[in-house]
């Protein structure tokens, strides 16, 4: 499958030779109802050509089809096993504490003297914090080094985790809690995107796998070792050992954290660019990413969002059920601390002997088939729920150990091996915030609300009924969802192949000295509004000094196009460069900053200000240089000599031609790099758009770059060098000026269409 369809292209030639009649009324008709049959079929076929969609072969796709690599080796390739150990045990730590607050707790209600509903709240929704510090984290992995982030973060875990044991009530407790969750959160967004930049993409099935085996060792083993050091520590009110579990397990991480300061700081997406291009490069200061853009970005990528909405189905159960077993263990069966360690810790083994062998598996079956990995996750995932509730129902503890540990082992399988998946869809850019953002919809709406709703459920019906009506259905509902959601799989892997291989290609011309780089570059955009696409595969570049026409039918996208470019609007796949470097993630306010300067169809003014004070309020950006601020509003009135006559008159009060006028200096007092001009002759009289062109012209004379959106076609080409027609979302001609007028078919179809686009 070719990038560029030229189906629509044949269909307009056959429409416009059966359009010619003899009779004009007759011809006219004709011509329109062939171009709206031409319309309707062009968008049965986007319709169908957006659900099938593949753009590259699977031999081209990260990872898949390519030789298989022993963890020995990919280790090496990675610069050793230092960084991949260190994160580890850090993670594995961490959730370590996690598992000490289901197994205490008991002891922790009874020494606060809270209900089953209350402990059962703070315990899962403790987990929800985690969302608060993932968002920042997740910003910062994608913007700042990484390394440094990862120690100052387990530093501070550590003492929160301290604090969580000097508690003196439950309020103090909970309030320990939410530090030991803000501190957590850089687990997720910023290891994971590690992990995935240091090692190659053939072992991170591996390296998830012995994650898992790491981080529920630690789990397996810390119910025997909480419960040993809760009975041993136990005062004479016999409840409270469980404090000395807090002080003892913030010790290895202190140690562990200060290790992890000099870890080597690896290159990001190098193993996507060596696999997919053969070679890798650092792009030069990139620049900053907009978390808004970054959330807009991840949100278009269809295995994101089906993960996101899986898991957020999923956590309503899946945080809830550990502390509801043990409140049931020592409910229904009398188990104490340390009896409910051994037998968490039976079931646990059997999940860590599973995980030596989904590791391997999940390798090979990515280089087979991408797409039945996420089909086994959710397969995994749903039979997990449904198995669950059985163990409940057992009528004593070894039975309640052994149903139990089918549905733990799939869990524990089906769990490890989302973060390579999240790795492989997510583009490398956007790693930190892409984990962050799955981190916020399962915490933030899994664990809050399942923890709300346990909280309703756990003291009126117990924890056996808790597990039925939460862990049951959320497991079903989001194994389905990830089930269905593999089918987009393949597709969101070739979009990033795309962008890798447009970065490859800008590289290389960057490196060539002899070429030269255009002012601003448009490569690959797709765009939607909602579920409504509007730009196909749009392609352009516009050179330093040059004007460039944006001309088409209304609905065209000609202004949707100038949305992305000003940032306003981010794609759904493709690339905006300014001079060569990367805009894509960057916020409308850094692009302004930068360069990229708009002039808006219709009333582009503060009506109710004088034209002195839109012309301040225009370059506020510049407040702190006052002189700075005088000279370029000066530049404008030098360029506008009727407005400097009207300083002090308000803007509401000027002619439609003035407040154009107004609007235009306001842009131009930031003195841009590329201005772009959403129709300049909106509305106003031959006489002020004559007077605007002149203005245009002499903008021209000293190299400003432009982009125009005209209605006027007599217009658009007096004023430029190059033009671009965009139909239905696609480009259908791009060249000068003169060789627009020679076609008349397009030439038609701007004077036809209505205004707008």
């Not at 930049?197 to 099935?205: K, V």
């Not at 291009?277 to 650092?282: A, D, M």
């Not at 780089?517 to 939607?528: G, K, R, T, Y």
């Not at 516009?542 to 039918?553: D, I, P, Q, S, Y």
Request: glycine letters at 10%.
């Amino acid at each position: 499958m070719t990038w560029k369809n030229k189906t629509l292209q044949k269909r307009l030639k056959m429409k416009n030779d059966s359009s010619k009649s003899s009779d004009p009324v007759n011809g006219d008709q004709t011509k329109l109802s062939s171009l709206t049959s031409v319309v309707i079929d062009e968008e049965e076929r986007r319709a169908k050509q957006k659900e099938s969609e593949i753009i590259f072969p699977d031999d081209l796709l990260p990872g898949v089809k390519s030789e298989g690599i022993s963890f020995k080796k990919g280790l090496r390739l990675g610069g050793g096993a230092a960084t991949f150990f260190t994160l580890a045990l850090l993670s594995g730590l961490e959730e370590l504490q996690t598992a000490a607050i289901n197994v205490l707790a008991p002891d922790i209600r009874d020494t606060f003297n809270v209900s089953d509903g209350t402990i059962t709240f703070i315990a899962s929704s403790s987990a929800a914090f985690v969302v608060l510090g993932s968002l920042p984290m997740g910003w910062m992995a994608d913007r700042l080094r990484r390394v440094p982030i990862i120690g100052w973060a387990s530093s501070i875990f550590a003492g929160m985790v301290f604090l969580s044991g000097i508690a003196v009530n439950a309020f103090m407790f909970f309030w320990a809690r939410f530090g030991v969750g803000i501190a957590k959160a850089s687990t997720i967004p910023v290891h994971s995107s590690v992990i995935a930049d240091t090692y190659p993409i053939g072992i991170r099935g591996r390296l998830g796998s012995l994650t898992g085996i790491i981080n529920n060792g630690l789990r397996v083993t810390s119910p025997v070792l909480v419960g040993a050091i809760a009975l041993a520590a136990n005062g004479s009110d016999g409840i409270d050992g469980w404090r000395w579990c807090y002080y003892l397990l913030g010790i290895p991480v202190v140690i562990i954290a200060l290790y992890s300061f000099f870890l080597k700081e690896p290159e990001r997406g190098k193993w996507e660019k060596t696999d997919v291009l053969g070679e890798s490069f650092i792009e030069d200061k990139p620049l900053p990413i907009s978390m808004e853009a970054a959330f807009s970005r991840l949100l278009q990528i269809k295995t994101v969002k089906t993960v996101v909405v899986a898991f957020s189905a999923l956590g309503f159960g899946l945080f809830t059920a550990p502390v509801l077993e043990n409140l049931f263990l020592e409910d229904e069966f009398g188990l104490d601390a340390f009896e409910r360690g051994i037998s968490g810790t039976a079931g646990g083994v059997f999940a860590v002997i599973a995980l030596i062998w989904v590791g391997p598996k999940f390798d090979r079956l990515w280089r087979e088939n991408p797409t039945r990995t996420l089909h086994l996750i959710g397969l995994g995932i749903a039979l997990a729920g449904i198995l669950k509730p059985v163990q409940f129902f057992m009528p004593n503890v070894a039975l309640f150990v052994i149903a139990g540990i089918p549905s733990l082992i799939l869990l524990t399988a089906s769990f490890a091996m989302v973060s390579p998946i999240l790795q492989a869809i997510v583009p490398y850019r956007l790693r930190g915030t892409g984990s962050a953002l799955v981190t916020l919809y399962i915490f933030f709406i899994g664990a809050t609300g399942g923890g709300l709703i346990s909280l309703l459920f756990t003291d009126t019906w117990g924890p056996r009924i808790t597990v039925i009506v939460l862990t049951l259905p959320s497991s079903v509902i989001g194994g389905w969802i990830m089930y269905r959601g593999a089918k987009f799989l393949r597709n969101d892997l070739s979009l990033n192949v795309q962008e890798l291989f447009e970065e490859q290609e800008e590289q290389r011309r960057r490196s060539n000295t002899n070429e030269t780089i255009p002012a601003l570059q448009v490569n690959n955009v797709d765009f939607s509004y909602g579920t409504v696409q509007i730009l196909f595969d749009i392609s352009l570049e516009v050179n330093k000094g040059e004007t460039l026409a944006l001309l088409g039918t209304n609905g065209a996208g000609k202004s949707t196009l100038l949305r992305v470019i000003s940032g306003l609007g981010v794609p759904k796949r493709g690339v905006v460069r300014l001079n060569g470097q990367t805009i894509t993630y960057a916020s409308p306010e850094r692009r302004a900053k930068l360069g990229i300067q708009q002039l808006p169809g219709g009333s582009g003014v503060f009506s109710d200000m004088t034209v002195n004070q839109n012309l301040i309020m225009g370059a506020y950006i510049h407040k702190d240089n006052k002189e700075d601020v005088k000279e370029r509003i000066e530049k404008v009135f030098e360029l506008f000599p009727e407005l400097q006559k009207l300083q002090k008159q308000k803007a509401g009060s000027l002619s439609g031609g003035q407040q154009q006028m107004l609007s235009l200096g306001r842009v131009l007092l930031h003195e841009p790099e590329v201005l772009l001009i959403d129709e300049l002759s909106l509305g106003l009289a031959p006489t002020v758009v004559q007077d605007l062109l002149n203005i245009i012209e002499r903008l021209q004379e000293k190299g400003q770059t432009m982009i125009v959106v005209e209605q006027s076609l007599n217009i658009a080409l007096s004023i430029a060098n190059r033009a671009v027609f965009l139909e239905k979302g696609q480009v259908r001609f791009e060249g000068s000026a003169q060789e627009l007028v020679e076609r008349d078919d397009l030439a038609r179809a701007v004077f036809l269409g209505d205004e707008g686009g």
